[in-house]
């Protein structure tokens, strides 16, 4: 499995999201502080969940990283993260 397979799968169990978009990005970062020999080190995360409603982005992106808490102290060396809430452009 690799890391973006698993940040997809903990954060379908953890935020049962309605859509989910997470991107390898670590491409983009070749040769730079923290980026790891074959990839697999910088994440984009778009996600939409009803979990989201009424929460500030700080919420939000404290639910995503909890999510990730195990992936976030390994393989994870950068995450982007847009968090919104069905409805919300």
Do not use: Y
Request: glycine letters at 8%.
């Amino acid at each position: 499995m690799t890391v973006r397979d698993e940040i997809e799968t903990r954060l379908r169990e953890a935020l049962v999201p309605v859509a989910l978009h997470v991107s390898d990005d670590s491409h983009l970062h070749a040769g730079h502080a923290g980026a790891r020999e074959g990839g697999q080190s910088h994440f984009s995360v778009d996600i939409v969940s009803s979990r989201f409603e009424g929460l500030t982005r700080l919420a939000r992106h404290r639910l995503v990283n909890e999510a990730l808490a195990a992936q976030l102290k390994g393989p994870i060396h950068a995450l982007a993260i847009k968090a919104r809430a069905p409805g919300e452009a």
